[in-house]
Nanobody, 117 residues
Framework: VQLVESGGGLVQAGGSLRLSCAAS????????MGWYRQTPGKERELVAT????????NYADSVKGRFTISRDNTKNTVYLQMNSLKPEDTAVYYC???????????WGQGTQVAVSS
């Protein structure tokens, strides 16, 4: 499974961005996809996840009510709509996919999101 992110950039506080993650390869094996983020010196943290079949979602408390994860199974693509962005949302955002009931994980190359105050 290969993952390619797009949609990062620089935005002012209060603004919006939409990230996309396109999966290719053995996409039929994917159980869930999600977004994580990381800032220098900190561990990568979960932002949001979505299961591929049922579409169940899970969000970090820090983004609930502001971010929305969605999927388009016909395009093997997951989106992260980020609204009301804050400077603390600044990070490299990574797309993630899991298969084999979590035994296998795949990562994208990351896309930078910068929010200015």
């Amino acid at each position: 499974v290969q993952l390619v992110e797009s949609g990062g950039g620089l935005v002012q506080a209060g603004g919006s961005l939409r990230l996309s993650c396109a999966a290719s390869g053995s996409t039929f094996k994917i159980d869930a996809m999600g977004w994580y983020r990381q800032t220098p010196g900190k561990e990568r943290e979960l932002v949001a996840t979505i299961t591929t079949v049922v579409g169940s979602t899970n969000y970090a408390d820090s983004v609930k009510g502001r971010f929305t994860i969605s999927r388009d199974n016909t395009k093997n693509t997951v989106y992260l709509q980020m609204n009301s962005l804050k400077p603390e949302d600044t990070a490299v955002y990574y797309c993630n996919a899991v298969s084999g009931l979590g035994r296998y994980q795949y990562w994208g190359q990351g896309t930078q999101v910068a929010v200015s105050s």
